[in-house]
């Protein structure tokens, strides 16, 4: 199984979220059943590491985010992920944009598997560092209800 985080530009939402969800399929002892990554829709901060915001919240909790590299999100993408979850509406939009005919995994807004289908992850990167700490709370609930269907699915 495979999993893919996608935000703007890949140094907030989605490496904390690939950062997260890693972290708990380790405590699981999943981590060599799923594999996660993380992308941005923008090209601007390719080969970037995360904002150091992101990485300070993350590092609070005890996960390691700064070794991850921005990357782009591709075609190539829906020929590898089962996942593909979105951030916000906007990233969405962008992902369905470029999803081939035929794919036949799942796209869709990550906070579905919180029980919110329809709630945006903010993006924190204009904000304090509060907004980082509600993301990584939003975070972990849609990752504790991701895991759940992971498990169905094994």
């Excluded at 150091?52 to 609070?60: F, G, I, K, S, V």
């Excluded at 075609?75 to 969405?92: G, K, R, S």
Aim: negative net charge.
């Amino acid at each position: 199984m495979k999993v893919l985080f996608v935000c703007l530009g890949n140094i907030c939402r989605s490496p904390s979220a690939e950062g997260v969800f890693s972290k708990i399929l380790e405590a699981q002892g999943l981590q060599d059943r799923v594999e996660v990554d993380s992308c941005g829709i923008g090209d601007w901060h390719i080969g970037k590491a995360p904002d150091a915001r992101a990485q300070q919240a993350a590092m609070r909790r005890g996960i390691d985010i700064s070794g991850l590299r921005a990357r782009q999100l591709s075609e190539e993408d829906f020929a590898v992920f089962d996942f593909i979850l979105a951030m916000d509406d906007d990233n969405l939009r962008a992902i369905q944009a470029i999803q081939p005919e035929g794919y036949q995994g799942t796209t869709c807004l990550f906070m579905r598997f919180a029980g919110q289908p329809e709630t945006p992850v903010p993006d924190p990167y204009f904000g304090g560092e509060q907004g980082f700490e509600n993301v990584l709370d939003m975070i972990e609930d849609a990752s504790n209800g991701l895991l759940q269907h992971v498990r169905l699915s094994l």
